[in-house]
Structure formats: structure tokens, C-alpha cells
Nanobody, 127 residues
Framework: VQLQASGGGLVQPGGSLRLSCAASGRTFSSYSMGWFRQAPGKEREFVAAISRSGGRTYYADSVKGPFTISRDNAKKTLYLQMNNLKPEDTAVYYC?????????????????????WGQGTLVTVSS
């Protein structure tokens, strides 16, 4: 599967953005999906994940509440709605796909679980 992330940009603190990740190739609904981010000089970190059907979601504690992950399997697209953005949310955001059916949050946070990665989209939160 090929993944193409989009929707990043410059936003003021307190603002909102919605990221999208368009998938092509094999059946999108066969994959668990996740969002990760990497700030300058830091390691890539887990943001959110969603099960194949969309029935289960997992979040990093730092984004739980303001961020919402969702998917539209008919459109083969993953979303991340980000509200109340803060400067510390500045990062390159990556979408990722996993063959594995995510069993719990701990598994969802592991980079090694994911088989395919998009190219990333930059989110900058600054006044």
C-alpha cells in the first residue's frame, strides 16, 4: 500500500488542522492505521491509531481530547483532526499502516508494528 499524507501547514496556537492520509494499492480496510510525529531533534512518537473497522481508537496521553483519529474505508483515507493546537505539537506528521490487528494501546504505539509509512506532512504551530 502507498500512503500520501497531506493537510499540514502553519497555524496559530489554539487553531485547528485536519490531516489526511490517502491510501492506494491493497484493500485499505485490511490495515490498522496510525499517526506518528517527529519534532526537530526528537525521536518519532506515537500520536493515535485506529482499528481496521474504525471501532477502536488509541491516543497518546498528550493529545487525547483535542485530537481525533478517524477513517473512511470507502474513500481509503485516514484522518487526524487536531484542535487546540500548541507550539509543542509542531512536528512532521506521518501516517502508517499495519497488517496486524491492533490488540491494545501498547501495541499501537510501537513503530515496529507498522509496515508502511507515508512521506510526512509538516505542522507548524506558531504565532
Amino acid at each position: 500500500v502507498q500512503l500520501q499524507a497531506s493537510g499540514g501547514g502553519l497555524v496559530q496556537p489554539g487553531g485547528s488542522l485536519r490531516l489526511s492520509c490517502a491510501a492506494s494499492g491493497r484493500t485499505f480496510s485490511s490495515y490498522s492505521m496510525g499517526w506518528f510525529r517527529q519534532a526537530p531533534g526528537k525521536e518519532r512518537e506515537f500520536v493515535a491509531a485506529i482499528s481496521r473497522s474504525g471501532g477502536r481508537t488509541y491516543y497518546a496521553d498528550s493529545v487525547k481530547g483535542p485530537f481525533t483519529i478517524s477513517r473512511d474505508n470507502a474513500k481509503k483515507t485516514l484522518y487526524l483532526q487536531m484542535n487546540n493546537l500548541k507550539p509543542e505539537d509542531t512536528a512532521v506528521y506521518y501516517c502508517a499502516a499495519a497488517f496486524t490487528a491492533l490488540s491494545d494501546r501498547n501495541q499501537a504505539t510501537m513503530l515496529a508494528v507498522y509496515d508502511y509509512w507515508g512521506q510526512g506532512t509538516l505542522v507548524t504551530v506558531s504565532s
